[in-house]
């Protein structure tokens, strides 16, 4: 079956770094998101990747290694509005998204 | 200002009803999806759309039915709800292409009594 794992719940401080990681095994694979959910909202879009590496993006950054089945997402100079649950989705050969129950992430002052 | 309009927002309705969740975009993207969301817990699909008059189902799809019959809407059916229907409903579109990220609308939270 196809399987996404991510750590129930994280706590940082603010001001410092966190790394979220999600390990995958799916059927194919074409493409590895994260994205960010505030309780009661909606999720939006943080990053994609499909080839192996770091990309950066302001305070945020995602990393892919398609032959370990693993990506991490990384917080930088936390700040309480960075309180969230970060969902990691990753498409399989068919396109379709799964996803994982996502990581909620508990800043602290 | 939204571009995906979800309503109603919340809606407590009692058991054996038939209830429609409205989904409207002004992106006027091809792709739009239903999703089912339990607190804490993964999103599933429910249903999804590729264009007009094509509609397929997902994981979740065999109590409810959706249309899509202009570009823009996309409405969820449930024909006779039930408690175990309680949960968030996510809209989503997708611009076209395989890989383009998902822009979700605020949700309709329902419970079901």
């Known amino acids: 079956g196809q399987n996404i794992d991510q750590p129930t719940e994280m706590t940082a401080t603010e001001g410092a770094i966190v790394q979220i990681n999600c390990t995958y095994q799916?059927?194919?694979?074409?493409?590895l998101f994260w994205y960010q959910q505030h309780a009661g909202e909606a999720p939006t879009f943080l990053s994609y990747n499909v080839l192996d590496g770091l990309e950066e993006k302001g305070r945020f950054s995602s990393f892919l290694s398609r032959s370990k089945g693993y990506s991490y997402l990384l917080l930088k100079e936390l700040q309480m509005k960075d309180s969230a649950s970060y969902l990691c989705?990753?498409?399989?050969?068919?396109?379709?998204?799964?996803w994982g129950a996502g990581t909620k992430l508990i800043i602290k002052p | 200002e939204a571009d995906i309009y979800q309503t109603p927002r919340y809606l407590v309705i009692g058991t054996g009803k038939k209830i429609t969740l409205e989904c409207s975009q002004t992106m006027g993207h091809d792709k739009m999806y239903w999703y089912q969301q339990d607190p804490g817990m993964e999103l599933h699909l429910i249903h999804y759309?590729?264009?007009?008059?094509?509609?397929e189902k997902g994981d979740l799809s065999s109590e409810s039915t959706v249309s899509r019959i202009r570009t823009e809407h996309f409405p969820l059916t449930l024909e006779s709800a039930r408690p175990s229907h309680t949960s968030q409903y996510l809209c989503?579109?997708?611009?076209?292409?395989?890989?383009?990220?998902?822009?979700f609308g605020e949700g309709s939270r329902l419970t079901v009594l």
């Open positions: 759309s590729y264009g007009v008059n094509s509609t």
């Open positions: 989503a579109t997708q611009r076209a292409g395989d890989t383009g990220e998902l822009f």
């Open positions: 799916t059927s194919g694979f074409n493409g």
């Open positions: 989705a990753v498409l399989d050969s068919n396109y379709q998204l799964i």
